[in-house]
């Protein structure tokens, strides 16, 4: 199955397996798909991501998180907010902050991927992919 939006693929993927409760969920690999991957491991909200090749297709298996005895998922919720028909831009000053600072916003920089958090430090603005929570 071909997606247009490789992002919002991924997000919904990870949402679907979140809510089945399943340990890994696989997603089209991508160097977009890859690096937001990256920022999801280094904020503690996946375990960690491999990638797999299956032929001509090369698929990232990400393994998801839970805690407690409830196996409750760590992520909450996966918003998209820059779309291929609307994209949204926000200058260093005018970064979100998800949650009052709980969740993190995926921005792609001129640096490349990274979290609010990390292009307010470095004063870069960017597109503002998604929201985690």
Known sequence: M??????????TRIRNA???RHQTTEVPSTRMTQNIARVLRDEGFITDFSEREEGAKRMLVISLKYKGRNRRPIITALQRVSKPGLR????RKELPRVLG???IAIISTSSG???DR?????GLGGEVLCYVW
């Open 2 to 11: 071909a997606a247009n939006d490789t992002i919002a693929d991924m997000l």
């Open 18 to 20: 979140n809510l089945a």
């Open 88 to 91: 949204v831009y926000s200058n």
């Open 101 to 103: 600072g709980i969740g």
């Open 113 to 115: 991927i990274m979290t």
């Open 118 to 122: 990390d292009a307010r430090r470095q």
